[in-house]
C-alpha cells in the first residue's frame, strides 16, 4: 500500500500525472505481475490519452482562470484517478484497499498542497510556482514508478 499512499500525495497536487505515469508504466510492462490495474490501463491508446490529459493538465494550471484544486470538481477528479492509480500499484486481492488509500490520500494531500502553492505564489508568482510544483509531481510520480519497476 505504500506505492498507493505516495502516489496519492503526488495526486493531490496533479490529478492527472499519477494517473498517466501508472498507465505508461502498465503499457511497458512495469507493473508488478499481480497488480490491481483495470486491463485497459496498460493499453497503448490509454496511456497516450492520460499523458495528454496530464500535460493538458500542467498548461492549464500556469492560467490566471485555473480554478483552486480544493473545488469539489477538482477534488473528486483527484479522488476518481488517484484510486484508479492507487488500484493499480497494489497486488490484485488488495486493489480495493489500493483504491482507497490512492484516491483518500490524493484528496487530503490536495490541502496543504495548495496551501503551500498560495503562500509560494503570493512571493514568485503563478507560472513559476507552477513549474516548480510540476518537477516535484514529476520527480515523485517516477520515484514510485521506478520503485514498482525494480519490483518486477
Known amino acids: ?7 496519492g500525495l ?7 500525472t499519477p494517473l498517466a505515469m501508472v498507465s505508461m508504466a ?4 512495469e507493473l508488478a505481475p499481480d497488480n490491481g ?17 496530464a500535460i493538458g493538465e500542467m498548461a492549464g494550471d500556469k492560467q ?3 480554478p483552486d484544486r480544493i ?6 477528479a483527484r479522488f476518481l484517478t488517484n484510486a484508479i492509480a492507487g488500484a493499480a500499484l497494489a497486488p490484485r ?12 490520500t490524493a484528496v487530503a494531500a490536495s490541502y496543504p498542497g495548495w496551501r503551500a502553492r498560495m503562500a509560494a505564489q503570493r512571493a514568485y508568482g503563478q507560472t513559476p510556482t ?3 510544483e510540476d518537477g516535484a509531481v514529476l520527480a515523485g510520480a517516477a520515484a514510485v514508478i521506478r520503485h514498482q519497476a525494480d519490483r518486477t
Open 37 to 53: 490495474a483495470p486491463p485497459a490501463l496498460g493499453h497503448p491508446l490509454v496511456a497516450a490519452g492520460t499523458l495528454l490529459l
Open 64 to 66: 490566471k482562470t485555473a
Open 93 to 104: 486481492r488488495h486493489r480495493w484497499l489500493g483504491a482507497a488509500v490512492g484516491g483518500a
Open 71 to 76: 473545488v469539489p470538481i477538482g477534488l473528486a
Open 26 to 29: 502498465a503499457a511497458r510492462g
Open 1 to 7: 500500500m505504500l506505492a498507493s499512499f505516495l502516489m
Open 10 to 16: 503526488v495526486g493531490g497536487q496533479r490529478a492527472m
Open 130 to 132: 507552477g513549474f516548480v
